[in-house]
């Protein structure tokens, strides 16, 4: 934790510092220091909760990163936007297909995941359809703590609440940028929005091009293995036909082709990163449609309706023993079609009931149906002997072909009491129920054993209360929260597992937080702090097939706990001059009598999620001519020592990575240069156990070296 204090100190020392410094000179580089629009932080709204919401005001842990901060930034995935949120990580790959959040020590594998990804209302049932290009993207929402209460299945450790850019009503506008990079990164992306209907119907497409070429090298081919490559797309149309109706249709798509997963031997890795050796080099394709529409009365009573179909379908391929022998490779396809809708009713912003003269009641309560049909068909292909030195000739193992269908209701609603304007205690409460159908095969061919097949079916049920009490006080200026919320991730079948292992139950949580927001010295700082205690049961715990190599099932393990802090600071020092810290540590653990993997794990540490997570920065910009403003900003982060499994047997330890971005921006032209991992950081932010086939008994894949390069654009 010494990094940690470190950073906590500079977080809080550093603002105030350069306030009071600032405040001493009674100036600033640019001008009036009195213009209140200059120097207050922006108000941010989030749309969270299912309306929109001061979220100072709002009494649970979020970060929203604007559309400002992803300009400012210019993060590659919804990973690197993450980054400004205490107590977040990904634990993704190069592939984009597969990247698992965990919050607070929360996660699961993408079939079933502990934290859902909502775009544009829709949640994404299975999260290889959840890291997408960030192409028109209005604001990204990082909530801590299970949402169950409004959200139901797989929220119990929180959610990324992803919005698009509405199209404009009133004018045109638009852009094309295109960055150019090392490792023959390129880009190109344009945007256009404009109205069709003056005040009554626009209409906003984005699209673009990326690719860059593969980190590691294949010593054996000479060739690079990582590679990426998309082309994505987003349209919309927002169609106002009288002052309290809208109605807007959006369509995304996206069509990746990446390299192979690049990954290695672990103590080979930390030898020689980014090489590898084998002989076999796979793809990875995905392509996604994803349709939605959204429709909204507003009054004192509002009304929405959200209906969203995901399809989405993915090809990969790899060389399965991860070395230069030609042993064994798989291939593996996944399609899956998700149908949603929702339909909500609320109290409007001037709708809330008056019970008393000192009391009024706002509320909104819900019903959401989903479908869900999954495929799957996952191939191994074993050389002559591999198997036993008595088959001679190769063999292939569908493991498995699985259909998995799944279909769902819940209803939920939600109270608040406002008493005297200033203090709120809200209650909510969500009811699900959901029947899955598995239809799972396992087979060789030639047929060396047995088939084995599984036809099950389940139902399950679950009720998610939440309580929250608030205060606020100092006209608004700071607010005070309490709430103790339940959660759940359903429970299902596994595609592919041990025999007795295909199904896995429901996991629940309960999450006791509190916590401050509060805005300072005329609006310039604010800072939020939180401190939660989570104890779940029945955890779902991701677990390698020991039969099948680099396949893995969900097992109920036991029980755990997690608690910790967050800490976030934001600052408007001086005009034009920005200042952004947070903080977060978590101790999460197995308790006592659990089991993961046929090991016990009680005492050991919950994988993949840091012991603190930490991040810095500032951004400074000056006008260097009437039409010019130059810009600066440097970004860092840190992240703790984590372990790769649950019976913390390895484990990645702390390490920090440094961020810079410097450029010039007029009316219509800019250009910039950046580079990211600037002093080339060498870490595993990824690595799995894989015995019998690799020396150390895990392969991993390296993190992002050292990437530069330069971004020009035209906006009008």
């Known amino acids: 934790m010494r990094h940690a204090a470190l950073i906590v100190t500079f977080m809080l020392a550093a ?8 405040s001493s000179t009674g100036s600033t580089a640019q001008g009036n220091q009195n213009d209140p629009t200059l120097l207050r932080l922006p108000t941010v709204m989030i ?17 929203a990163v604007t559309k400002q901060a992803l300009e400012n930034a210019v993060p590659q995935s919804v990973s690197d936007a993450s980054v400004l949120a205490p107590n977040v990580w990904f634990n993704e790959f190069t592939a984009r297909k597969l990247s698992n959040p965990r919050f607070r020590g929360i996660g699961s594998s993408p079939n079933n995941p502990g934290i859902t990804t909502y ?67 390129a880009e190109a992306s344009g945007a256009v929005s404009g109205p069709l209907i003056s005040n009554k119907a626009g209409v906003g497409v984005v699209f673009g091009y990326s690719a860059r070429d593969g980190f590691t090298r294949n010593d054996i081919t000479g060739h690079d293995l990582d590679s990426r490559s998309a082309f994505f797309t987003k349209s919309q149309l927002l169609f106002t036909p009288g002052p309290n109706w809208e109605a807007r249709a959006l369509v995304t798509t996206e069509r990746a082709r990446d390299g192979d997963y690049a990954l290695n031997d672990l103590t080979a890795l930390r030898a020689r990163p980014f090489h590898a050796a084998r002989n076999f080099e796979g793809s990875t394709d995905r392509d996604i449609v994803a349709p939605t529409f959204q429709l909204h009365r507003l009054g004192k009573v509002d009304v929405t309706s959200i209906t969203g179909i995901v399809s989405w379908k993915t090809d990969d391929s790899t060389d399965l023993d991860y070395t230069a022998l030609p042993l064994v490779t798989r291939t593996n396809h996944e399609e899956d079609v998700q149908f949603t809708q929702e339909v909500r009713v609320a109290s409007g912003k001037d709708g809330a009931i008056p019970l008393s003269g000192a009391v009024s009641l706002s509320w909104q309560t819900g019903i959401f149906l989903f479908r869900q049909n999954y495929d799957q068909d996952a191939v191994n292909s074993y050389s002559p002997f591999l198997l036993s030195p008595l088959l001679g000739f190769p063999v292939t193992q569908h493991t498995p072909t699985a259909a998995l269908d799944d279909n769902g209701v819940g209803g939920y609603g939600r109270v608040t009491f406002t008493i005297r304007k200033n203090f709120d205690a809200t209650f909510g409460v969500r009811g699900d129920h959901e029947k ?29 209360p939440q309580f929250t009490v608030a205060y606020r006080a100092m006209e608004d200026r700071a607010m005070v929260y309490a709430t103790a919320s339940r959660g759940f991730k359903a429970g299902g079948f596994n595609p592919a597992a041990l025999p007795g292992s295909e199904a896995y139950g429901q996991e629940h949580n309960w999450n006791y937080e509190g916590g401050l927001k509060s805005i300072a010295a005329a609006g310039r700082l604010g800072l939020n702090a939180n401190v939660f205690y989570m104890q779940w049961d029945d955890l779902q715990v991701n677990t390698p097939n020991p039969f099948v190599p680099g396949q893995f099932f969900i097992v109920n393990a036991g029980g755990a706990t997690s608690k910790g802090v967050e800490l976030e600071l934001n600052a408007k020092l001086f005009e034009g001059c920005d200042f952004f810290s947070g903080l977060g540590y978590t101790d999460a653990k197995f308790d006592s009598g659990s089991v993961s993997g046929g090991v016990p794990v009680g005492g050991k540490r919950i994988a993949n999620m840091p012991k603190y997570t930490a991040d810095f920065g500032g951004q400074y910009s000056v006008a260097v001519s009437s039409k010019a403003t130059a810009y600066g900003r ?26 810079f971005r410097a450029g010039v921006r007029g009316r219509y032209l800019f250009g910039e240069a950046w580079v990211r991992n600037a002093f080339d950081t060498r870490y595993i932010p990824t690595a ?23 971004r020009a654009g035209v906006t009008f």
């Open 47 to 63: 749309t969270v909760e299912k309306q929109p919401e001061d979220a100072q005001k709002s009494p649970l842990s979020v970060t």
């Open 688 to 710: 799995f156990a894989f015995a019998g086939l690799a020396p150390s008994g895990f392969i991993g894949e390296m993190g992002a070296p050292r990437t530069y390069g330069v």
């Open 15 to 22: 603002p105030f510092a350069l306030y009071a410094q600032q």
């Open 634 to 659: 440097a970004e860092f982060v840190f992240r703790g020592a984590y372990h790769y499994d649950d019976a913390n047997t390895q484990e990645q330890e702390a390490y920090s990575i440094s961020n």
């Open 436 to 464: 899955k159908e598995a239809a799972l095969n396992t087979f060789f061919i030639p047929a060396i054993a047995p088939a084995a097949a599984v036809n099950a079916e389940d139902t399950f049920n679950d009720v998610s």
């Open 119 to 185: 775009i544009d209302g829709v949640p994404q049932l299975n999260a290889n359809s959840s890291s997408l290009e960030l192409a028109g993207i209005e604001q990204i929402e990082f909530v801590r703590g299970p949402q169950s209460a409004l959200y139901g299945r797989n929220s119990l450790g929180g959610l990324v609440n992803i919005t698009s850019v509405r199209p404009s009503l009133s004018n045109w506008t638009g852009s094309l940028v295109a960055p150019f990079g090392n490792f023959g990164a």
